[in-house]
């Protein structure tokens, strides 16, 4: 696929972008400074007829509307929040992503972040570290997590996996989700604030839509409560991240886990003083073997829509 | 008798008539009052006499000795003293702390926590393999330092999905542990003093073999002469420099000077450690790696597990007193 002009939005991965320097006509836009930004989309808007995003940098209108050429967008992700896809639609621009290949990742995630919060694990290692381990039988009680109710937000892939590993921990499960699941055995609420008030872990697995935009609003918070835990795997838009700041600091929720935040990588720095909380740095999919998947996944994509092939793992 | 503190007003001449059982050592909020309903606690730090004195005085009446927390460890001299022991009640799952061939030897029965901190303990070696392999501490850290914005994205970590986990001890809490990391699409093997004949878990006789046949070691086994390093050098070594150990069970179950080698000169990939030889001294090199996650001891800490391990007491005590089967009597 060399005459394939692809636009890289991010350095994202050496192998992905090593891969794509190699086989095609690697344009990257970060080499270009934000202010020239338009000048050189305009100057090779001729040769681009891919765009390369993910969770961070997708395909936003400025960019489609400046790549008259754009023939697909590949997302080195499961997320497309980033993708205007209203625009793809209109104009048949193909969409794919990269799903399955980090629904365990996420999911294993969303368990250790949730049982590293009950349970108070970061903050141990954070006491040990600092030399605070004087007397033995020196401690607190935390809270148990097997046979906690989990409360899913979003059945789809990764809930379900969720779900699984949950229920082999004797988890309760329920969720909501836009429509009820068929084949499924979970409780299911009809809305995010029945969800919250019957569950002690909230987790976030959605996809962010116009509609899921602060889905965890004030009153989802309130309803989870002091005792209740917050884990989002889904995107920082999910939370209205001003209210649960304030909730956690208040002590009207009990813990938060977060991978992902309004503003990335900028982090209110409130939440750094907190010990109920556990902040990872949107590493959801961030193993090795996944990322790899990944790359070959967006590369698999490309080059089945050069050979006018099936796409793998299409959106749109 | 009021429920706020029945301790306190059940009458002298009542708590005359509850069964003796013996302490060495304060017992803390809540087991205490709660025992104290049920039970004519004996306290020899309360006493003006010297310990010895005062257990020669009560060496009658002390059939049931309460063992609570590691110290001081119920040795041979203190069993000498107890003529009329019958049961040793520990509070723990583990019973290094209790001289168990002296109490067989006397007929003195053992009683642990049963199955009372089985679902924490695992829950918790679950946490740590997670913690370890996907760097939730030191990626926390990171974040609560402000570096994510300056040096940018956290290195990549690593999947748990199909690691082969070698769990040594699989008795509850190994199941327990099994169970969980089985749903996360690992492959289970393990190494026990024998093979369980109901279990389809890959069975390794010896632990080096298991650990050149594993990507993680959960050591869930009871701390006795045997297994004491049982995780030593040669193990490591096996298990390799991907390798990450995770340990809940006791301190000396590793060979704690050579796990400490093997991380700094990266001949293992990681440990998640809740227990150490010398708690609570925990090796300083440690402090300054990424790849260790680091607790204080606490894998039974929460109020289920604390009420559910005062059940097993209580139960057992009980049991004793009307002589009926021990609920958690240690096997040998």
Redesign the interface.
């Known amino acids: 696929m060399e005459s394939l002009g692809v636009l890289l939005t991010l350095p994202m991965n050496p192998y992905l972008e090593a891969e794509l320097h190699r086989r095609c006509h690697l344009f990257r836009l970060w080499e270009s400074p934000p202010a020239r930004r338009k000048d050189f989309l305009r100057a090779n808007a001729p040769s681009i007829r891919a765009v390369v995003g993910n969770a961070a940098v997708g395909a936003d209108p400025e960019t489609i509307d400046a790549l008259p050429r754009l023939e697909i967008v590949a997302s080195y992700s499961v997320g497309l929040d980033k993708v205007d896809l209203a625009r793809c639609r209109e104009r048949g621009i193909r969409v794919t992503y990269t799903p399955d290949v980090l629904t365990?990742?996420a999911a294993?995630?969303a368990?250790?972040?949730s049982?590293?919060t009950l349970?108070r694990?970061?903050e141990?290692?954070?006491?040990?570290?600092a030399?605070s381990?004087?007397?033995?039988?020196?401690?607190?009680?935390?809270?148990?997590?097997?046979?906690k109710t989990v409360g899913i937000l979003g059945l789809g892939r990764i809930g379900l996996s969720v779900a699984?590993?949950a229920?082999?921990?004797?988890c309760p499960i329920c969720y909501h989700s836009r429509t009820k699941k068929p084949n499924v055995n979970y409780k299911y609420f009809p809305s995010v604030l029945e969800l919250a008030g019957n569950c002690d872990v909230l987790i976030v697995a959605c996809s962010l839509t116009e509609e899921t935009r602060h889905i965890i609003n004030h009153e989802v918070i309130k309803t989870l409560g002091p005792k209740g835990v917050l884990v989002n795997i889904g995107r920082g838009p999910h939370v209205d991240e001003p209210e649960l700041i304030s909730a956690l600091v208040e002590g009207r929720l009990g813990a938060a886990a977060l991978d992902v935040y309004e503003h990335?990588?900028?982090?209110p720095?409130e939440l750094?003083r907190l010990e109920n909380v556990?902040?990872?740095?949107?590493?959801g999919s961030?193993?090795?073997?996944?990322?790899k998947a990944m790359a070959d996944l967006v590369l698999g994509n490309l080059e089945a829509h050069v050979l006018n092939k099936p796409l793998l793992t299409p959106f749109l | 008798m009021s429920a706020e503190n029945p301790a306190a007003e059940t009458p002298a001449v009542e708590r005359e008539r509850l069964p003796p059982v013996l302490l060495l050592r304060p017992l803390s909020f809540p087991f205490h009052d709660a025992l104290a309903t049920k039970f004519r606690l004996l306290k020899p730090w309360e006493s003006p006499l010297p310990r010895d004195e005062f257990l020669a005085a009560h060496a009658g009446d002390a059939r049931a000795l309460l063992s609570f927390g590691p110290s001081p460890t119920i040795d041979a001299e203190i069993l000498a003293c107890l003529p009329n022991l019958e049961l040793v009640v520990a509070f723990s799952t583990g019973v290094n702390h209790i001289d168990v061939a002296e109490c067989r030897r006397r007929g003195i029965a053992v009683t642990n926590a049963g199955n009372a901190f089985t679902e924490d303990v695992a829950d918790y070696a679950v946490a740590l393999l997670i913690d370890v392999l996907r760097q939730i501490s030191a990626a926390d850290r990171y974040v609560r330092r402000g570096l994510w914005p300056i040096n940018g994205d956290y290195p990549l970590g690593h999947k748990l999905g199909g690691k082969r986990v070698g769990i040594v001890g699989l008795g509850s809490i190994g199941s327990a542990v099994a169970k969980r990391l089985e749903a996360f699409g690992c492959t289970i093997q393990y190494h026990s003093r024998s093979r369980k004949p109901s279990i389809s878990y890959k069975f390794f006789s010896d632990v080096a073999n298991l650990a050149a046949e594993s990507d993680v070691l959960v050591i869930t086994c009871a701390l006795n002469t045997e297994t004491h390093h049982i995780i030593n050098k040669e193990v490591m070594l096996a298990l390799g420099k991907d390798g990450v150990i995770i340990n809940v069970g006791r301190g000396a179950l590793v060979d704690e000077k050579e796990l400490v080698k093997c991380l700094m000169e990266e001949e293992i990939g990681g440990a998640g450690l809740d227990v150490f030889e010398n708690e609570p001294a925990v090796p300083q090199e440690l402090f300054h790696v990424d790849n260790v996650v680091l607790s204080h001891h606490k894998a039974v800490f929460t109020p289920e597990s604390f009420q559910g391990v005062l059940e097993v007491v209580m139960g057992n005590l009980e049991a004793f007193f009307s002589d009926r089967p021990l609920l958690s009597p240690i096997s040998e």
């Open positions: 365990d990742d294993d995630l368990i250790g972040l049982i590293a349970r694990l970061c141990a290692d954070r006491y040990v570290r030399g381990w004087k007397a033995k039988g020196d401690y607190k009680l935390t809270s148990r997590f097997s046979g699984k590993r229920e082999a921990f004797g990335e990588p900028d982090i720095e750094f556990v902040l990872t740095p949107h590493v961030a193993t090795w073997e996944t990322r």
